[in-house]
T-cell receptor, first 112, second 112 residues
Framework: NAGVTQTPKFRILKIGQSMTLQCAQDMNHNYMYWYRQDPGMGLKLIYYSVGAGITDKGEVPNGYNVSRSTTEDFPLRLELAAPSQTSVYFC???????????FGPGTRLLVL | KNQVEQSPQSLIILEGKNCTLQCNYTVSPFSNLRWYKQDTGRGPVSLTIMTFSENTKSNGRYTATLDADTKQSSLHITASQLSDSASYICVVTTGGGNKLTFGTGTQLKVEL
């Protein structure tokens, strides 16, 4: 199993541009999550999904959108990128809400 | 406000020595407590998960303890190795497991 994969690994965006961060898992997990990690801060939940077709907001959803059309994929969309969105983004998945979360390698995003 | 505080912020130990990392939380209602290891530039990897009724859980040289009454947890690392150098993150889950509060981590460096 590849586990949780994320693309791209690194991206530079200009203010106002848009992009989609890709996340895929091959473990048949129901739950998927998007987090951001800022320097010296704990991870913060952006959005999560408990199954295909179902998404919900986390702690810091503003400026982001998600969709979950399949069990495997959970893309994160940034519209109108802002410098405050400069961060490292992690995708994670788990069988259930109480189970171990498996994290991807992260996407480092720089907005200039 | 749900908070997870970890101490120390950073720690340097010699290879072969033991160390203990601390985690205090004010998260309510409590569901479970997790310890993750995060290598530089990588996603977090789960070490242990403990529910309210569990006092201790081990994973190889890692042993986590939980005191739900005082809302404290510790992670003890035995016979440290250079590969233990990483950030160790304490995470407390509430509700159905979809709400996770992350600590900012303890940065551990193991030296020769």
């Amino acid at each position: 199993n590849a586990g949780v994969t994320q693309t791209p690994k690194f991206r530079i965006l200009k203010i106002g541009q848009s992009m989609t961060l890709q996340c895929a898992q091959d473990m048949n997990h129901n739950y998927m999550y998007w987090y951001r990690q800022d320097p010296g801060m704990g991870l913060k939940l952006i959005y999560y999904s408990v199954g295909a077709g179902i998404t919900d907001k986390g702690e810091v959803p503003n400026g982001y959108n998600v969709s979950r059309s399949t069990t495997e994929d959970f893309p994160l969309r940034l519209e109108l990128a802002a410098p405050s969105q400069t961060s490292v983004y992690f995708c994670a998945s788990s069988y259930g809400g109480q189970e171990t979360q498996y994290f991807g390698p992260g996407t480092r995003l720089l907005v200039l | 406000k749900n908070q997870v505080e970890q101490s120390p912020q950073s720690l340097i130990i010699l290879e072969g020595k033991n160390c203990t990392l601390q985690c205090n939380y004010t998260v309510s209602p409590f569901s479970n407590l997790r310890w993750y290891k995060q290598d530089t530039g990588r996603g977090p990897v789960s070490l242990t998960i403990m529910t309210f009724s569990e006092n201790t859980k081990s994973n190889g040289r890692y042993t986590a303890t939980l005191d739900a009454d005082t809302k404290q947890s510790s992670l003890h690392i035995t016979a440290s190795q250079l590969s233990d150098s990483a950030s160790y993150i304490c995470v407390v889950t509430t509700g159905g497991g979809n709400k996770l509060t992350f600590g900012t981590g303890t940065q551990l460096k193991v030296e020769l």
